[in-house]
């Protein structure tokens, strides 16, 4: 460890540089269009050496992914520290959820039918060493209507694409008693 730098500093360059190999590696021995494991689609668009070790990858969910545990896999194995994203595309269904700040719990609200999704937006972060996504959704029903909140779980149909950005700092979570919330923790970053 260098003098001055903390352990979150040390884990996020040893991760830049793992990133940075596997990129160089591409380069070197273009790698199929699917990661091995979590079955998505994607490419990285802009690799760290164009914009100070920051990746941007596009990812397309296929039909039947369930989008958050897909994410989740995928940033496991991509070791993102801390990422922003944003998607459309459509789903079979979903749960969202709505927080119940009394209950400090989320009151699941399920859509059984096929939507569009008009609007995803999240991060991932850390939380217990371990990527947490936090994730909202607008969906648009077949009569126009429009339904959101806290995305929980829905399945892909027939598409779904997702642009992410990893950040330039590591973000970690921590549980916060008074709201009931995992928030991010600057301090920590």
Do not use: C
């Not at 990746?55 to 995928?74: H, M, N, P, R, Y």
């Not at 789903?91 to 969202?96: E, I, K, L, T």
């Amino acid at each position: 460890m260098l003098l001055g730098d903390s352990v979150l500093d040390v884990m996020r360059q040893f991760g830049v540089l793992l990133r940075q190999q596997a990129v160089l590696t591409a380069i070197l021995r273009p790698l199929p269009g699917k990661f091995a494991r979590s079955g998505i689609m994607n490419e990285i668009l802009q690799s760290g050496m164009e914009n100070k070790n920051i990746l941007t990858f596009a990812l397309v969910f296929d039909k039947g992914d369930e989008v958050i545990s897909a994410l989740k896999q995928f940033a496991t194995e991509q070791r993102l520290l801390a990422s922003h994203f944003t998607a459309i595309g459509a789903s079979s269904d979903a749960v969202v959820g709505f927080f119940d700040s009394v209950k400090k719990d989320y009151e699941r609200i399920t859509i059984p039918e096929q939507m569009e999704v008009l609007s995803l937006s999240g991060d991932v972060t850390i939380e217990n060493d371990v990527p947490k996504i936090h994730a909202h959704v607008v969906v648009g029903k077949s009569d126009g209507t429009a339904h959101g909140g806290h995305l929980m779980e829905a399945h892909v149909f027939p598409a779904l694409e997702l642009i992410l950005v990893e950040s330039p700092k590591f973000l970690k979570r921590r549980f916060d008693q008074e709201t009931g919330f995992a928030l991010i923790d600057l301090d920590a970053a």
